[in-house]
């Protein structure tokens, strides 16, 4: 099993800068990639940025050139550096590890466990 807990949040003016770090425990060496997902209200769950085993990125086009996602592998932590915030960034946002777990049989489940999320208010 695979725990997250995020920090990070808080309020923020637009323009501003946050950072969040996502910190992962237990079976650490099953993860494949690491991801930041957000939700504001009245809205569906949108996938923010994305960090895989090779070190490759993905971002949201929303997002791209301000957020940077990047990872502390002996610390095990994912961190997303939010920069030019805008209050549409305004949202919960979670971290969550996507992987494998293998079975006695080698047959393999994927899964993807999520942090407790943590809110992000840009306003002035």
């Not at 808080?10 to 910190?23: D, E, T």
């Amino acid at each position: 099993q695979v725990q997250l807990v995020e920090s990070g949040g808080g309020l923020v003016q637009p323009g501003g800068s946050l950072r969040l770090s996502c910190a992962a425990s237990g079976s650490i060496s099953s993860i494949n990639a690491r991801e930041w997902y957000r939700q504001a209200p009245g809205k569906e769950r949108e996938l923010v940025a994305v960090i895989r085993r090779d070190g490759s990125t993905n971002y949201a086009d929303s997002v791209k050139g301000r957020f940077i996602i990047s990872r502390d592998n002996d610390k095990f932590l994912v961190y997303l550096q939010m920069n030019a915030l805008k209050a549409e960034d305004t949202a919960v946002y979670s971290c969550a590890a996507e992987g494998l777990h293998y079975d006695a049989y080698g047959t393999p489940t994927a899964y993807r466990v999520w942090g407790q999320g943590t809110q992000v208010i840009v306003s002035s």
